[in-house]
């Protein structure tokens, strides 16, 4: 697969094993309250050997470019804690994986693995929405005194809040892909109508407010 076809490729194979689910006329209901015409769960391309690796490599190249080498790698539990392993193997580094929050008990941790002061880090994470989730994350790793230098992920929706609070928190974020591509190659896949895409487009501009 060429160069410049990434974002493209992942798209097309989270429709493909419907990891992502697009209803415009009958939307799901998010955690936080909103009304949405898509559910993303990225945690389904572990089942698909063939796109498990195909991701696995492109978050490898991706760091490599973006990032170079940090002294190990973080996921975020818990839908990137399998990828973030994946990586760290391929990369031969150590991983530790971050809870959304310490453990009631034992050691209270909430990095589980071993850190050292002023190790680098990259942080993996299967999917960003407004990344308060995925930030909490970075903080818990630099409370611990780990130096982030960054989060890649596999897919992200693009919110302008997500981009002022990764900015924010002086976190530089890279995605595989994005929800632009992606309804862009639902429609063209034929998965959604004209209709359908063009509701799609105008949730993601007032997505608390769509209904």
Known sequence: MGI??????????????????????????????????????????????RIRTYIRQELVKLIDEK??????IAGVATGAIAQGALVAEAKGLPFVYVRP????????????????QNQTCVVVEDLISTGQSSLKAVHALREAG??????????????????????????????LSNYDVLIDRASVLGYITDKDLERLRVWRESPDKWA
């Open 4 to 49: 410049g076809t990434t974002a493209s490729n992942v798209a097309d194979f989270l429709l493909q094993i419907k990891a992502v689910k697009l209803s415009p006329s009958d939307p799901f209901k998010w955690a936080s309250g909103w009304n949405s015409p898509i559910y993303c769960d990225n945690r389904v391309t572990l089942s698909h050997p």
């Open 101 to 116: 929050t310490p453990k009631d008990h034992g050691t209270k941790n909430q990095v589980e693995g071993e850190v050292k």
């Open 67 to 72: 990032f170079g080498t940090p002294d190990m």
């Open 146 to 175: 780990v130096v982030v230098k960054g989060m890649v992920s596999i897919f992200t929706y693009g919110f302008p809040q997500a981009a002022d609070a990764f900015k924010s928190a002086n976190c530089p974020m890279y995605s």
